[in-house]
């Protein structure tokens, strides 16, 4: 039976090209436009432009941006993509590539352009995706090691480690969806101690075949600093990510704004309720497939008048990112399920960096409007 895909899609999203260096999903569902007109618009201060960039030197920040409708004919190279065949293209030893989703026909190029160089490449994959994709049936065919999970949850990551020094993660799966339709993002951070986090992790999968809850929880460094930056690290279900998301979000003192591919954890949607009622700004955006259901936290929320939108992307909103007092941004690829948290695959980052924060909540801005004035 095929699996039960509750994490593969974005939304809109308009790129930006932030961080301070460079900047730059999954199946098309053909979501019509949900014709919403909530009044209301985002509670957030005034954030830099795209065009502004942070001071820092050891990540870049990207963003798809969607088109509606997209015209397969007339698209642009993705800055996104872009920068992710250029990431590929300075490996010089090693590559690591754990990926729920690969039809880009660029990175397949990439990948074995590298390999054709002398890099090691492996790479680990969902069992459904392995002999579907175009790309890795080719790419399994150039004799590239490519390892499936082979079980019914999913592999939900979506990294890549560059020489054991660097890491590419989000939530953006390698696909002409996540790229041109669909809301997504991914930061590329150099830092041999988070790759050896991600290394340890591929490792598990790619050698050992330890997926999901067989996977041990022996992360290397938990916690680390780059330039002043704390970044936490979490890989589901055996560091019990969930704790450590409601965690984050219980800290909030002042603001919470969220998007949501898949928002169905209790214990999260929980915690968050709980700190709207003592007085914490909360704003939320989900997206609409799967809103309506009975196990999303968005008619609870609605309910309770908390500012909460279905997405306006006719496509799919498939970020999974947290932002909590301006200062602290959660990401990877980690949606806030059940699923996510004790069945599949996922990694997941929190991000203790003002800047970046920024970065992300000029991104949920952009989202917002969206959903305030969905496309025609």
């Known amino acids: 039976m095929p699996k039960q895909t509750i994490l593969a899609s974005t ?38 432009s795209a065009a502004e960039k942070s001071n820092g030197t050891w990540y870049q920040l990207y963003f798809s941006s969607p088109k509606y409708p997209d015209d397969a004919k007339k698209r642009s190279p993705a ?48 069992s459904d995706e392995i002999d579907t994709s175009d790309v890795l049936i080719r ?33 953006w799966n390698f696909t002409q969806n996540d790229t041109y339709r669909n809301n997504n993002n991914a930061i590329y951070i150099q830092s041999p101690q988070l790759a050896a986090n991600y290394t340890t992790e591929f490792e598990e999968m790619f050698t050992d075949h330890a997926f999901g809850p067989t996977s041990p929880a022996n992360t290397p460094n938990p ?12 890989f589901a279900p055996e560091d ?41 700004k909360v704003q ?24 909460v939108l279905k997405d306006g992307n006719p496509y799919n909103l498939h970020h999974k990112v947290f932002i909590v007092d301006g200062q602290t941004v959660i990401m990877g690829s980690f949606n806030f399920s059940q699923n996510a948290d004790e069945a599949n695959d996922e990694n997941l980052l929190i991000i203790h960096n003002a800047a970046i924060a920024k970065q992300y909540t000029t991104e949920f801005k952009q989202v917002y409007q969206v959903a305030v004035n969905p496309p025609k």
């Open 284 to 307: 939320g955006l989900f997206e609409s497939r799967g809103s309506e259901t009975k196990y999303s936290e968005f008619g609870v929320m609605e309910k309770l008048k908390l500012d």
């Open 223 to 234: 916690k680390i600093t780059i330039d002043g930056t704390v970044i936490e690290n979490c």
């Open 11 to 48: 939304s809109m999203g308009v790129l930006l090209l932030i961080t301070m260096m460079f900047c730059g999903g999954p199946t098309p569902t053909g979501k019509p436009p949900t014709g919403k007109s909530p009044t209301t618009s985002p509670d957030v201060t005034e954030q830099p």
């Open 240 to 280: 019990k990510c969930g704790d450590q998301v409601i965690a984050v979000i219980k800290q909030a003192k002042k603001s919470i704004y969220f998007m949501a591919f898949s928002f169905t954890h209790g214990g999260i949607g929980d915690v968050v309720i709980e700190r709207a009622k003592k007085g914490i």
């Open 139 to 171: 790419l399994k065919k150039s004799k590239i090691p490519i390892v499936p999970d082979e079980r019914s949850p999913i592999m939900h990551n979506k990294f890549v480690v560059v020489d054991k020094k660097a890491v590419w993660l989000g939530s």
């Open 79 to 126: 800055p996104i993509a872009q920068a992710l065949v250029k990431v590929i293209n300075s490996a010089k030893k090693t590559l690591d590539i754990a990926i729920y989703e690969l039809n880009l026909p660029e990175l397949g190029d990439a990948i074995l352009a590298a390999r054709d160089r002398g890099v090691t490449v492996r790479m680990v994959t969902d």
